[in-house]
């Protein structure tokens, strides 16, 4: 069984303070792990993805995340907060079984405080 | 490059009636998947489709059908709508599905979503 726990429900930080976006995961073998990005009444968009090739992934828009085995950790950060990072992100394993099996978080809302 | 594309991307339903969502995706992706997103719930899995004639069943599926007769297109229908469905609902197609890690590791490409209200 898989599982995903988003640690936040809501963050607010300063424009260009750093973010920290929290995610923890279990999973039986070893996971597919991304983070999605989703603006207002828009559907959700790739950040990244690890997929066991480097511990440390970066993604669009100066997003990265670092897998970390032995806390089952994969938290997204970005060094400076723009206005336009305002939106809810998603984390999200896939788990290698067969068919994909995909289990999302519950998201996290970040808000960019002018 | 179109991508999925969703419509209605609005629906009003009285109790009781049917409707079908369309879900159409221009990249050739075996896997498709219907998606509804509540608040505070993320998204639940419905139904999804690992090629042309082959569905099941995802975390959430009564109340909803779906059909895969083209590998394009992937109808969500709802049979007799209830309150309890208003939702947004997510469509989303991937590569490189059905078996090992290299199934797992295929990122999911959404539409925009269609918001449905049951009265």
């Known amino acids: 069984a898989q599982s995903v726990t988003q640690l936040d429900s809501h963050v607010s930080v300063s424009e260009g303070t750093p973010v920290l976006l929290r995610c923890n995961y279990s999973s039986s073998y070893s996971p597919s792990l991304f983070w999605y990005v989703q603006h207002p009444n828009k559907g959700l968009q790739l950040l990244l993805k690890y997929t066991s090739a480097a511990t440390l992934v970066k993604g669009i828009n100066g997003f990265e995340a670092e897998f970390k085995k032995s806390e089952t950790s994969f938290h997204l950060t970005k060094p400076s907060a723009h206005m336009s990072d305002a939106a809810e992100y998603f984390c999200?394993?896939?788990?290698?079984?067969?068919?994909?099996?995909?289990?999302f978080g519950i998201g996290t809302k970040l808000q960019v405080i002018p | 490059n179109a991508g999925v594309t969703q419509t209605p991307k609005f629906q009003v339903l009285k109790t009781g009636q049917s409707m079908t969502l369309q879900c159409a995706q221009d990249?050739?992706?075996?896997?498709m998947s219907w998606y509804r997103q509540d608040p505070g719930m993320g998204l639940r899995l419905i139904h999804y489709s690992v090629g042309a004639g082959i569905t099941d069943q995802g975390e959430v599926p009564n109340g909803y059908n779906v059909s895969r007769s083209t590998t394009e297109d992937f109808p969500l229908r709802l049979l007799s709508a209830a309150p309890s469905q208003t939702s947004v609902y997510f469509c989303?197609?991937?590569?490189?599905?059905?078996?090992?890690?290299?199934?797992?590791?295929?990122?999911?490409?959404f539409g925009d979503g269609t918001r449905l209200s049951i009265l």
């Open positions: 990249m050739n992706h075996e896997y």
């Open positions: 989303a197609s991937s590569q490189g599905l059905g078996r090992g890690l290299e199934a797992s590791n295929q990122p999911q490409h």
């Open positions: 999200v394993v896939s788990d290698y079984g067969g068919y994909q099996k995909v289990t």
